[in-house]
């Protein structure tokens, strides 16, 4: 019942910016804080931004702070993360999730590659 689709991934060179959105679907969208996640090759999953379920306060991990920013659309059940000056090091399959209580499965992603 639960769906989590991402999209808006590509290839991008370095420097440059992407808008990843996740359409969501199943279950109470607006009431949920909601978090982008990201899983480069050989390394763990990890949690890059996380907005809380009415929007008004967000945090991001050290290594994406001051690049990236989440949004949300409660009215149309999406997330946004809106990514500027990339770098070779974001490279990676992006997926979004509840951090609360997060889905057992997980959406496909979408992929990331910053390259020259």
């Known amino acids: 019942q639960v769906q989590l689709v991402e999209s808006g991934g590509g290839l991008v060179q370095p420097g440059g910016s992407l808008r990843l959105s996740c359409a969501a679907s199943?279950?109470?969208?607006?009431?949920?804080?909601m978090g982008w996640y990201r899983q480069a090759p050989g390394l763990e999953r990890e949690l890059v931004a996380h907005i809380t379920s009415g929007g008004s306060t967000k945090n991001y991990a050290d290594s994406v702070k001051g690049r990236f920013t989440i949004s949300r659309d409660n009215a149309k059940k999406t997330v946004y993360l809106e990514m500027n000056s990339l770098k070779t090091e974001d490279t990676a399959v992006y997926y979004c999730n509840r951090p609360s209580t997060p889905f057992a499965s997980w959406g496909q992603g979408t992929q990331v590659t910053v390259s020259s």
């Open positions: 199943g279950f109470g969208f607006s009431n949920y804080g």
